[in-house]
């Protein structure tokens, strides 16, 4: 059974700094590629970071020289490191072990959605005020 565990959600105020962390228990078939995803209420599920298993990263513009996507394969977790945070940061926030059907698919495409199934986690909420 696969589980992925978000923490390091909270709330903090515009500026300031975050690092969420998820765990990956279980053998996750398939899944070469990991990724963070963002969603509100009423809003639809956006990409924000993705790695792939040689360290390739990729972030979508409202991240990119803020955040930092990580991994440390050897306890198997994922990271997301968030700085200089702004209201439009809030949202909550899942971790995904992402798997595509065509070998060779770029792990940064997930960020569109173009990914054929997932592992999700339960999701750590961020939210961003004064």
């Known amino acids: 059974q696969v589980r992925l565990v978000e923490s390091g959600g909270g709330s903090v105020q515009p500026g300031g700094s975050l690092t969420l962390s998820c765990v990956v228990l279980?053998?996750?078939?398939?899944?070469?590629?990991r990724g963070w995803f963002k969603e509100n209420p009423g809003q639809r599920h956006e990409g924000v970071a993705s790695?792939?298993?040689?360290?390739?990263?990729d972030y979508v513009d409202s991240v990119k020289g803020r955040f930092t996507i990580s991994q440390d394969n050897a306890q198997n977790t994922l990271y997301l490191q968030m700085t200089n945070v702004n209201p439009e940061d809030t949202g909550m926030y899942y971790c995904?072990?992402?798997?595509?059907?065509?070998?060779?698919?770029?792990?940064?495409?997930?960020?569109?959605?173009?990914?054929?199934?997932?592992?999700w986690g339960r999701g750590t909420q961020v939210t961003v005020s004064s």
């Open positions: 279980g053998t996750t078939h398939g899944s070469y590629c």
């Open positions: 995904a072990a992402l798997v595509f059907n065509q070998p060779g698919q770029k792990c940064g495409s997930a960020l569109s959605g173009n990914y054929d199934s997932a592992y």
């Open positions: 790695i792939d298993r040689d360290g390739t990263t």
